[in-house]
């Protein structure tokens, strides 16, 4: 059941695969190219859907066998990774229906909007900068070696810092438990989107206090913390 929104927001942090922009085809693309280069076996897309979320080096680990899990394998299967992805991660990839109209609402009210995600920091910024380029954030955000993975707060809380609010004045849209984890720890209010890569059941475990089927319902979610 969702829970009532709070007091208005002053900022809204994204989560960016599966939240913004559909992107997994050619992220399953460009890890089964290197898999199978390998003559690993390789994985359908709704494999791949629960693979992703914690990191690109983190998705080649999981997606080998166990007996290769090691670093001697991980390590240059991972730089093929980034290569593979640098030439086809623009191929397939699009924002979700709707986005656009999210974000102009989100323009409009003033707010302020960033981007958090696992993904490496430089693919991060080219899938924000190419994919979303209509549109200005605040601040992008992947995973460099100076912030941790989400869940860890560490980032979530950098940019709080960053955009001069406090973690509770930031509504935090992810499509994953990591990150509805990743808001609670951060104090940011967990909202669920559920046209991603994760079920329903994992977001609600996870703590997402709000589940939003389409990013119309986040723009009348806003207007009603906006009167609250």
């Not at 693919?123 to 912030?147: Q, Y």
């Not at 406090?166 to 104090?187: F, R, W």
Request: charged share 25%.
């Amino acid at each position: 059941m969702n829970l009532h929104p709070p007091g208005p927001f002053r900022a809204v942090l994204f989560d960016l695969d599966g939240t913004l922009l559909d992107t997994l085809e050619d992220i399953a693309f460009s890890l089964n190219a290197v898999l199978e280069r390998h003559g690993y076996p390789t994985h359908t897309l709704k494999e791949c859907r629960e693979l992703v979320g914690f990191g690109m080096e983190a998705l080649v680990e999981s997606a080998l066998p166990e007996h290769a899990r090691n670093e001697s394998v991980v390590v240059p299967l991972l730089e093929e990774m980034k290569t593979s992805y640098a030439n086809h991660w623009n191929e397939n990839s699009k924002p979700y229906d709707g986005i656009g109209l999210l974000l102009d609402a989100i323009d409009r009210k003033g707010l302020q909007k960033v981007i958090l995600s696992n993904k490496p920091d430089l693919f991060t910024k080219l899938c924000a900068d190419e994919l979303l380029k209509p549109w200005r954030f605040d601040v992008v955000m992947g995973h460099h070696r100076e912030i941790a993975h989400k869940p860890d707060p560490q980032g979530a809380l950098l940019l709080a810092g960053m955009l001069g609010v406090q973690p509770s004045e930031v509504l935090y849209v992810g499509d994953s438990g990591i990150d509805m984890k990743t808001a609670c720890a951060a104090g940011m209010y967990p909202m669920g989107v559920l046209w991603g890569f994760r079920p329903e059941r994992e977001l609600r475990e996870m703590g997402a206090a709000w589940l939003a089927n389409t990013p119309e319902e986040i723009i009348d979610f806003l207007e009603l913390a906006r009167q609250a």
